[in-house]
């Protein structure tokens, strides 16, 4: 099956800085969805990216579908932007999708 | 806000003991899946349904786990026998197929002593 490898696996930050946050998969997709889970642990949606651009605040991701991979940008990080960031992709054309293991930021104060 | 509503947001049972978890998803979705996090394996796919009908639940170990939707503003997870292996947050999500990606659920955390 299709894998997903997310990286890094963890990152330390100071408020203010940017960050870029990789995701690769080894086959081709038709969505993708980039997620933080807070440290309450609700996970929440960022971005639902196919392909192409979208930016919403400070974050924006852009997927490159045809190489594989997605990356999702953090300017001027907050401590409230702590937590994990997972992509998500399906597995099959029946939208079974599957997880990375995430990359856990930690935005020191 | 649309949300995806689980119930209970935490539980604590002992081994043997059966547990229900429930799930209402965002009206109008097709697609409900069902997640168990624990630190060591990560958000496993355990089940999953369209339409209200079973497609896979291959993650799902069939001799305790079960999963059902009995109706399209529903959907149950059970555990009986529980055991303290199955202690982990359950989430569940739900989506329309190929539009605008998936909304999880607050999750369920399950405690089996």
């Known amino acids: 099956g299709i894998q997903v490898e997310q990286s890094p696996p963890d990152l330390i930050l100071q408020e203010g800085a940017n960050s870029t946050l990789r995701c690769n998969f080894s086959?081709?997709?038709?969505?993708l969805q980039w997620f933080h889970q807070n440290p309450w642990g609700q996970l929440i949606n960022l971005f639902y990216i196919p392909s192409g651009t979208k930016q919403n605040g400070r974050l924006s991701a852009t997927t490159v579908a045809t190489e594989r991979y997605s990356l999702l940008y953090i300017s001027s990080s907050q401590t409230t932007d702590s937590g994990v960031y997972f992509c998500?992709?399906?597995?099959?054309?029946?939208?079974?999708?599957?997880f990375g293991k995430g990359t856990r930021l930690h935005i020191l104060p | 806000d649309a949300r995806v509503t689980q119930t209970p947001r935490h539980k604590v049972t002992e081994m043997g003991q059966e547990v229900t978890m429930r799930c209402q998803p965002i009206?109008?979705?097709?697609?409900v899946f069902w997640y168990r996090q624990t630190m060591m394996q990560g958000l496993e796919l355990l089940a999953y349904?369209?339409?209200?009908?079973?497609?896979?639940d291959s993650g799902m170990p069939k001799d305790r786990f079960s999963a059902e939707m009995p109706d399209a503003t529903l959907a149950t997870l059970k555990i009986q026998p529980s055991e303290p292996r199955d202690s982990a947050v359950y989430f569940c999500?739900?989506?329309?197929?190929?539009?605008?990606?998936?909304?999880f659920g607050s999750g369920t955390r399950l405690t089996v002593v």
């Open positions: 999500a739900s989506g329309q197929q190929g539009r605008y990606g998936y909304t």
């Open positions: 009206l109008g979705h097709n697609t």
């Open positions: 086959d081709s997709v038709n969505n």
């Open positions: 998500a992709v399906p597995m099959n054309r029946d939208d079974k999708i599957i």
């Open positions: 349904f369209r339409n209200r009908a079973p497609l896979d």
